[in-house]
């Protein structure tokens, strides 16, 4: 059974048993979402209009930490995230949220939430967001990105996702200039970005992780 876990920052993540993996960083959740794609990602991105895409919906941290991100900005995003295990409702009911993001702030990530999968939903003047039931493999990208938040479980966990040939994909799906981001700076993940044709930067962690990647479309 999926589980609750008080990271070290406050915020809570989930453990999945299925998977034996933690959603986020035990050392701090909101942290670690921080750091790994919006300082990382989107800040990087320094581009005023966005299209994000995310692999990996699971708690949702990921995205409603980039609608605050749009609204203290004044970005214009389309989002689009994609999750073949949705997390079950009344789960996601009990990780509050209460004491990290206003009462206006949790009511867009419920919303996130309870929106209908593959509908695009207008969030903000600024925010369009949409959530597709589909594994990474089978995706079809008919749009191009600017930032992609690579959120899979760990490579132990699903090498073939962390593979070349899905990198490429993601390689494809780019405009030029684009960024990939992700909390994994394995050895087999470096490679396998760098043979998917990416320039790779190994950037500093949060807390109680080394490093994580950067990986920019050149």
Same mark, same amino acid.
Request: aromatic share 14%; hydrophobic share 35%.
């Given at each position: 059974?999926?589980?609750?876990?008080?990271?070290?920052?406050?915020?809570?993540?989930?453990?999945?048993?299925?998977?034996?993996?933690?959603?986020?960083?035990?050392?701090?959740?909101?942290? !670690?979402?921080?750091?790994?794609?919006?300082?990382?990602? #989107? %800040?990087?991105?320094?581009?005023?209009?966005?299209?994000? &895409? !995310?692999?990996?919906?699971?708690?949702?941290?990921?995205?409603?930490?980039?609608?605050?991100? /749009?609204?203290?900005?004044?970005?214009?995003?389309?989002?689009?995230?994609? +999750? #073949?295990?949705?997390?079950?409702? =009344?789960?996601?009911? +009990? #990780?509050?949220?209460?004491?990290?993001? /206003?009462? !206006?702030? @949790?009511?867009?990530?419920?919303?996130?939430?309870?929106?209908?999968?593959?509908? !695009?939903?207008? @969030? /903000?003047?600024? &925010?369009?967001?949409?959530?597709?039931?589909?594994?990474?493999?089978?995706?079809?990208?008919? =749009?191009?990105?600017?930032?992609?938040?690579?959120?899979?479980?760990?490579?132990?966990?699903?090498?073939?996702?962390?593979?070349?040939?899905?990198?490429?994909?993601?390689?494809?799906?780019?405009?030029?200039?684009?960024? $990939?981001?992700?909390?994994?700076?394995?050895?087999? $993940?470096?490679?396998?970005? %760098?043979?998917?044709?990416?320039?790779? &930067? %190994?950037?500093?962690?949060?807390?109680?992780?080394?490093? $994580?990647?950067?990986?920019?479309? $050149?």
């Amino acid at each position: 059974m999926t589980k609750i876990v008080k990271t070290e920052d406050g915020s809570n993540t989930l453990y999945s048993p299925e998977f034996n993996e933690h959603y986020h960083s035990t050392y701090g959740a909101i942290n !670690e979402s921080m750091q790994v794609y919006i300082e990382n990602g #989107l %800040r990087y991105s320094k581009k005023k209009i966005l299209n994000v &895409f !995310e692999l990996g919906f699971g708690t949702g941290l990921n995205a409603i930490l980039t609608y605050i991100e /749009s609204i203290k900005s004044n970005l214009k995003i389309k989002y689009h995230t994609i +999750e #073949l295990y949705p997390i079950k409702p =009344e789960i996601i009911s +009990e #990780l509050d949220y209460s004491k990290q993001f /206003s009462l !206006e702030e @949790l009511l867009i990530f419920n919303k996130m939430h309870n929106s209908c999968w593959d509908t !695009e939903i207008k @969030l /903000s003047e600024n &925010f369009i967001f949409k959530k597709i039931k589909s594994d990474f493999e089978g995706f079809v990208y008919n =749009e191009k990105y600017d930032v992609i938040y690579f959120d899979a479980f760990a490579p132990d966990t699903q090498p073939n996702l962390w593979s070349t040939e899905n990198f490429l994909k993601l390689y494809n799906s780019l405009n030029p200039n684009g960024i $990939v981001t992700t909390y994994s700076s394995k050895g087999i $993940v470096k490679r396998n970005l %760098r043979d998917a044709g990416f320039k790779v &930067f %190994r950037l500093p962690g949060p807390n109680g992780k080394r490093h $994580v990647i950067r990986a920019e479309k $050149v």
